[in-house]
């Protein structure tokens, strides 16, 4: 097993979909958690194969002081025509951690009351929706991670997102690909959003 990660309050496990369509929700989580003084993380960051990959799933997961869940794709998809059982199986996981140590998720969701019918287990865990939207997974991340006072307002979230959007377009265009999910990919778009928070005096 490999050594167990030192954990950080301030990182943010995204479980997400990797697919097209999810792109500009995914720029949003970047350019949100970000301002909030979060340091987004992801299993983007863990090698695709070999032996031990869950393990340093589960303490990637461990390292981080909160996770966010997005069960908004629940329908069948790929070649195969089956439901994505990722999501639901690494917020399993984190609902195992936080039974052991501190650790917060967070559920995000397309539609309401969809959870429900899903996975009724979680009731009484109601998730955020978003409705598909940018200003809807802003919304979330300010329910989430937002304080009383000192935070950024929606209007500089919502630029934050849209400069961070055309940072990643470019790199994009660099290694000839469609979209961000892409380790070497991902680490540039999240150094992007820390400058961009840093230029707006958001973090230090």
Same mark, same amino acid.
């Given at each position: 097993?490999?050594p167990?990660?030192?954990?950080?309050?301030?990182?943010?496990?995204?479980?997400?979909?990797f697919?097209?369509?999810?792109?500009?929700?995914f720029?949003?989580?970047?350019?949100?958690?970000?301002?909030?003084?979060?340091?987004?993380?992801?299993?983007?960051?863990?090698?695709s194969?070999? &032996?031990g $990959?869950l =393990?340093?799933i589960?303490?990637?997961?461990?390292? @981080?002081?909160?996770s966010?869940?997005?069960?908004?794709?629940v329908a069948?998809?790929?070649?195969?025509?089956?439901p994505?059982?990722?999501?639901?199986?690494e917020?399993?996981?984190?609902?195992?951690?936080?039974r052991?140590?501190a650790h917060?998720?967070?559920?995000?969701?397309?539609?309401?009351?969809?959870?429900?019918a899903?996975?009724?287990?979680l009731?009484g865990?109601?998730p955020?929706i978003? &409705?598909? $939207?940018? =200003?809807?997974?802003?919304?979330?991340v300010l329910? @989430?991670?937002?304080?009383?006072?000192?935070q950024?307002?929606?209007?500089v979230l919502k630029?934050?997102t849209?400069?961070?959007?055309r940072?990643i377009?470019?790199?994009?265009?660099?290694?000839?690909v469609?979209?961000?999910?892409?380790p070497?990919?991902?680490?540039q778009?999240?150094?992007?959003?820390?400058q961009?928070a840093r230029?707006e005096?958001?973090?230090?």
């Amino acid at each position: 097993m490999p050594p167990r990660p030192v954990r950080s309050n301030e990182a943010v496990f995204l479980n997400i979909p990797f697919d097209e369509g999810y792109r500009p929700l995914f720029v949003a989580l970047l350019a949100g958690l970000t301002a909030l003084g979060c340091k987004p993380r992801c299993v983007l960051e863990v090698p695709s194969g070999g &032996e031990g $990959r869950l =393990d340093r799933i589960y303490g990637l997961i461990s390292s @981080c002081g909160a996770s966010i869940h997005d069960l908004s794709r629940v329908a069948r998809s790929g070649s195969f025509r089956v439901p994505r059982f990722n999501m639901p199986f690494e917020l399993g996981l984190a609902y195992s951690i936080a039974r052991r140590q501190a650790h917060r998720f967070f559920i995000l969701e397309e539609r309401t009351f969809r959870l429900q019918a899903s996975l009724s287990d979680l009731n009484g865990h109601d998730p955020h929706i978003h &409705e598909g $939207r940018q =200003d809807g997974v802003l919304r979330c991340v300010l329910d @989430c991670f937002g304080t009383q006072g000192g935070q950024p307002s929606f209007l500089v979230l919502k630029e934050m997102t849209r400069k961070l959007g055309r940072a990643i377009a470019i790199f994009e265009r660099e290694q000839a690909v469609t979209h961000p999910f892409h380790p070497y990919i991902f680490r540039q778009a999240v150094e992007a959003a820390g400058q961009l928070a840093r230029a707006e005096g958001l973090i230090a």
